[in-house]
């Protein structure tokens, strides 16, 4: 397994959070929850073309994860923001723990990154899935962001 250091940077980021059944396919899910909100935000006036990215940490117990979209609009909200989404100028930081998976057909080796954050005396806050689709093979990047102990 190859973990390396990876700079995670997007402007204009808007996100939803949606909760998840577990008893179905993360994956699957996150694209159709990430192709409503992408109709949504194109229908707002807003155009998107980045990669589907979501947020969340696969040792918590909860089914609730962070969708994201970088925005080629800059926002200006104006008074308290009273939607379901939320507003980021800049989502920007470098991690020591990014991990490119390619094969689909084995699953993401979440306890093998969480060891190696854990044995640098680190611990795992969240993770941003970045799920790149490369001529229909599906690459998953993972951006890990941690906090020394």
């Known amino acids: 397994m190859k973990i390396k250091t990876r700079q995670f940077s997007l402007n204009n980021v808007i996100g939803c959070n949606a909760t998840l059944d577990s008893n179905k396919d993360i994956f699957n899910q996150v694209a159709e929850v990430s192709t409503k909100f992408k109709e949504v935000l194109i229908q707002n006036g807003y155009y998107t073309d980045t990669p589907i990215i979501f947020e969340n940490n696969p040792f918590e117990e909860s089914n609730e994860i962070t969708i994201l979209m970088a925005v080629g609009n800059k926002l200006n909200i104006i008074g308290e923001n009273k939607s379901q989404f939320f507003y980021k100028e800049k989502l920007d ?57």
Do not use: A, G, M, W
């Open 93 to 149: 930081f470098t991690t020591n723990y990014f991990y490119r998976h390619y094969d689909q057909e084995e699953t993401i080796p979440y306890d093998e990154i969480k060891k190696i954050i854990e044995n640098d005396s680190c611990i795992l806050l969240t993770i941003y899935h970045v799920i790149l689709d490369l001529d229909s093979d599906i690459v998953v990047d993972l951006y890990c962001e941690v906090n020394k102990l």
